[in-house]
T-cell receptor, first 115, second 111 residues
Framework: DARVTQTPRHKVTEMGQEVTMRCQPILGHNTVFWYRQTMMQGLELLAYFRNRAPLDDSGMPKDRFSAEMPDATLATLKIQPSEPRDSAVYFC?????????????FGPGTRLTVT | QKEVEQNSGPLSVPEGAIASLNCTYSDRGSQSFFWYRQYSGKSPELIMSIYSNGDKEDGRFTAQLNKASQYVSLLIRDSQPSDSATYLCAVVTGGGNKLTFGTGTQLKVEL
């Protein structure tokens, strides 16, 4: 059963602390997307990678957020320092090329609360 | 104008009825369109993709696309209480691989 995994599922931290979220894409998918979902803003694309190379991170606050893909089975999203406004659910999605575009399959998400 | 617009609902339909969910988009160059279902507290789940004008059917779901009108819809036949969820319309925009989501329509299927 191929699915995207994310860890941790829940994270509560204090303002100023570093947060690292991890994602394992579906084996064979070469594209990984990071999203953030809040009630106010909905689902927003933060960054995405193809073949481990960053292609677009324009949705990500550059001063505190960073995304990497150290190998084909691991993508990371880091926030340093974290702020209360970063509280959201962070999703990773794994992309399967259809010939037209990527069909994206979402992981279960990391629910982040920054106090 | 938002890139992808949906009525937030809630849309209430009786069990067994057809639910019709609508979405409009602003990028005339968009070629790929998706519908996701999201249950409360869960992640979005891909249920349909459509790339050509017309209808595409998959079980009880039918996606309809009209590129001239920049309109995509999802019909759910024989609606069940388990279909109660938020339905997100997503469109590939900007000529690349960026997927832009609407804010979603909440569907409630009532017994």
């Amino acid at each position: 059963d191929a699915r995207v995994t994310q860890t941790p599922r829940h994270k509560v931290t204090e303002m100023g602390q570093e947060v690292t979220m991890r994602c394992q894409p579906i084996l064979g998918h070469n594209t990984v997307f990071w999203y953030r979902q809040t009630m106010m803003q909905g689902l927003e694309l933060l960054a995405y990678f193809r073949n481990r190379a960053p292609l677009d991170d324009s949705g990500m606050p550059k001063d505190r957020f960073s995304a990497e893909m150290p190998d084909a089975t691991l993508a990371t999203l880091k926030i340093q320092p974290s702020e209360p406004r970063d509280s959201a659910v962070y999703f990773c999605a794994s992309g399967d090329w259809t010939g037209y575009s990527y069909e994206q399959y979402f992981g279960p998400g990391t629910r982040l609360t920054v106090t | 104008q938002k890139e992808v617009e949906q009525n937030s609902g809630p849309l209430s339909v009786p069990e067994g009825a057809i639910a019709s969910l609508n979405c409009t988009y602003s990028d005339r160059g968009s070629q790929s369109f998706f519908w996701y279902r999201q249950y409360s507290g869960k992640s979005p789940e891909l249920i349909m993709s459509i790339y050509s004008n017309g209808d595409k059917e998959d079980g009880r779901f039918t996606a309809q696309l009209n590129k001239a009108s920049q309109y995509v819809s999802l019909l759910i036949r024989d609606s069940q209480p388990s279909d109660s969820a938020t339905y997100l319309c997503a469109v590939v925009t900007g000529g690349g691989n960026k997927l832009t989501f609407g804010t979603g329509t909440q569907l409630k299927v009532e017994l």
